[in-house]
């Protein structure tokens, strides 16, 4: 593998890889490296509260929680430019598209993490912070033109009580009228 094309830097989670050149697609660009777990130790790991685990198959866990595995430090998107594959019990993570300099770099961590570990309203990945942006943005859209619609009816309340005063007001004068 050549020198690697991405650092470590500050990502909204914490810290992540970022690309310091472009990097082409299918490109292979890291290895999930670390100690090999079993079935028990992984499930005690997993107990323990690493989320470093990856599981290669049902009988080999990698732990990748130690620091020389700058692999567990991409981070997780719904929509990645980099994805996993495993060659002979090897985890090794690829490029899925052409890559910009700046532009961290992720991949899908599956539906089971980001349903349990991250929580599906948490992630802060762009997509998933994109979809609410324009979440709020509608809802703010929702309640101002509720507010609108409020603020008419209530105009035409107002006009409304006003022309039955002054209808009040005729029938009195009528009524004062045939008084005298
Ligand atoms: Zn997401």
Redesign the pocket.
Known sequence: MPPRPYRLGRSLTGLGLFATRPIKKKMRIAEYRGRRLGIDAALKAEKSGNRYLYEVNSKITIDGAKHGNLARYFN????PNCDTFIRNKRVFIRTLRNIKPEEELTYDYGRDY?KNVIGLEN???S??RKRRKKMAAEARAKRARKAKRLANAAAKGKTKKSKTKKKAVKKDTKKRGTKR
């Open positions: 997780h998107s719904c929509n980001l992630c802060l990945c997509r998933c």
